[in-house]
């Protein structure tokens, strides 16, 4: 984690804020089914950060499903106005995966690597010239 930037972002009511002093991470893309039913259609856009330096408050609601990759996920959203804000995975128990769109536009990384591509409709805009997968990477860490 090179950047030590603090980074405020919040839902779109502002109920639910967040706090990054670890910086963001990598920005990535991910297309698998249940992204895109939460995300209206689209992919979503996420970063992973350290728990440890990422503060979380505001009332947030979860859901937890049997994620795709396996281990169980938790989708995390603003009971007031429905913005998803983050997920908790089972297999990464200290990191949170945020949407970056929690953060001001230009906050984040162009993406950096796309991820379930093999989910994705045609007319999905996939970056080019980035990693790509068609399920998940290998779990790495
Ligand atoms: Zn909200
Ligand atoms: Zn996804």
Same mark, same amino acid.
């Given at each position: ?49 350290? =728990?440890? +330096?990422?503060?979380? $408050?505001?009332? =947030?609601?979860?859901?937890?499903? +049997? ?23 089972? $297999? ?20 950096? @690597?796309?991820?379930?591509?093999? $989910? ?9 010239? @980035? ?11």
């Amino acid at each position: 984690m090179p950047e030590t930037e603090v980074l405020h972002g919040q839902c779109l009511c502002g109920a639910v804020k967040v706090t990054l002093t670890g910086g963001m991470g990598r920005t990535m893309e991910c297309h698998c089914s249940e992204c895109q039913t939460v995300m209206g259609g689209g992919p979503a856009y996420l970063t992973m950060v350290d =728990r440890a +330096n990422t503060d979380l $408050s505001g009332e =947030r609601r979860g859901y937890t499903v +049997n994620g795709a990759s396996g281990g169980e996920v938790t989708r995390f959203f603003c009971p007031v106005c429905g913005t998803p804000t983050h997920s908790e995975l089972e $297999s990464f128990p200290d990191k949170y995966v945020l949407k970056v769109g929690l953060f001001a536009p230009q906050s984040a990384a162009a993406p950096g @690597i796309a991820i379930w591509t093999g $989910s994705a409709p045609d007319w999905h805009p996939v970056t080019e010239g @980035i990693p790509q997968f068609e399920k998940r990477p290998l779990p790495q860490k």
